[in-house]
């Protein structure tokens, strides 16, 4: 008699080897679903429990999962592609064409590298409207909210060192126009612009900086930024309701989580 | 050790006690390790050496240069006027946010694609959100006879370059 996929599931998950790797067992039990939440490296910033009534589609419209997941794929995709992207100049131009024409598949990955960054920007805005507008930032979530805005603004320091990258005439004016907007700091501004383009005009050295800042400094920046908003949501006592009576403390020292 | 259970003497009221002495010290250390590392981040990211065009331009005879032209070079980003008065030279990068401006014979001005400033031949701004009008720079002959264009040297208007 064929034995069911489950069987099999439930045998795998008896094995010794599974039961090496997920240290928090297995069973039905609410303590071994806690515990396969908990005791896993990146589930375990998450709340343990989580009320079924956050999780409607309507509550949040899934925003702020939806900007982290075009933010993997930015990722996922931004990775290929400097395996052909030489940050120099003219080369990065070269570069950008052969992605489109020459390399294999090239053509998709940039496409959804540049749709996924459009996209990024719209939700992470759609997803602060969305906080703001249902009162989601009032305490205990003030200090999220200010990740937040953090983490709106790697965003579009991350769409605006990416422009730079193409190096074709748009990228070149809009990164020229963009600098002097800076120099427009007072005091600062001429020595904030110099510093970012690594000299007087967008050359070599502010390509050059654009793209560790593109693929190095901000991704990092935002990773960590990251890690805070979502661990600071199991800590303010999970995703907002909403409802009134749901005034959720946060959670204070729990020594065993 | 039996010694070291011994109570440490109190300390008077108008000393500071051996660990907030090592406490503002070790506070005091990491003030100027992180006020330097400010200055050594600075200093590194500010490049001692630029490999950008040099700002001096060699514009050639002035006699290629008929009176009551506008001459673009597009190369040095710079206009080249003949006027009746004389030869001077214009900067041809806006002065609102950079962008490169062409000559428009048809219109007799000078147009910037960007965000539509316009200025006239003498660099004055007729239209559009640019603040200033464009630089006139320094224009001169060089032993050989040619114009010499120094970008980097802004002139007051009016400086004209009689041969």
Request: charged share 15%; proline share 7%; net charge positive.
């Amino acid at each position: 008699m064929a034995r069911s996929f489950q069987n099999y599931l439930g045998d795998l998950r008896e094995s010794r080897v599974w039961q090496s790797i997920f240290r928090s067992g297995s069973g039905p039990s609410n303590l071994h679903r806690s515990q396969a939440i908990q005791q896993n490296l990146y589930l375990h910033l998450f709340s343990v429990k989580s009320r079924r009534s956050s999780l409607a589609i309507g509550v949040t419209w899934y925003l702020g999962t939806l900007s982290m997941v075009t933010f993997l794929i930015l990722v996922a995709t931004g990775i290929p592609l400097m395996l052909y992207y030489h940050p120099s100049v003219p080369q990065a131009y070269a570069d950008m064409k052969d992605l489109q024409f020459a390399v294999s598949a090239g053509l998709f990955l940039r496409n959804l590298h540049r749709w996924s960054a459009h996209a990024m920007v719209l939700l992470v805005f759609a997803h602060m409207f969305r906080v703001f507008y249902r009162g989601a930032y009032r305490p205990p979530r003030e200090f999220n909210w200010v990740i937040g805005v953090m983490l709106l603004l790697v965003t579009l320091f991350l769409s605006y060192t990416g422009y730079l990258l193409p190096w074709d005439q748009l990228a070149f004016w809009a990164i020229t126009v963009g600098s002097n907007i800076m120099s427009a700091v007072p005091l600062l501004g001429p020595k904030i612009r110099f510093l970012t383009l690594g000299g007087n005009t967008v050359n070599a050295n502010a390509l050059l900086r654009f793209y560790v800042l593109h693929c190095v400094i901000l991704p990092l920046a935002g990773g960590m930024l990251v890690g805070i908003h979502f661990w600071r949501i199991r800590k303010d006592g999970g995703l907002y309701s909403g409802k009134s009576g749901d005034e959720s403390q946060p959670q204070v020292s729990q020594p065993h989580e | 050790m039996p010694d070291e259970q011994k109570q440490t003497p109190p300390v008077p009221q108008d000393q500071s006690s051996r660990r907030e002495v090592f406490g503002k010290l070790g506070l005091g250390c990491m003030l100027a390790a992180g006020a330097g590392s400010l200055a050594f981040g600075y200093e590194f990211l500010s490049p001692n050496v630029l490999y950008e065009p040099s700002p001096i331009t060699n514009a050639g005879k002035p006699d290629q240069y008929p009176v009551g032209s506008v001459t673009t070079n597009a190369e040095a980003g710079i206009y080249i006027v003949h006027g009746p008065e004389g030869f001077y030279a214009l900067s041809a990068t806006c002065t609102h946010l950079g962008c490169r401006t062409a000559w428009a014979p048809e219109l007799g001005l000078i147009a910037c694609p960007c965000h539509g400033s316009r200025f006239n031949q003498a660099g004055v701004k007729v239209a559009g959100p640019a603040p200033n009008p464009l630089p006139w720079l320094r224009v001169s002959i060089s032993d050989e006879g040619d114009l010499i264009v120094d970008r980097s040297a802004v002139v007051p208007p009016r400086q004209f370059l009689r041969t």
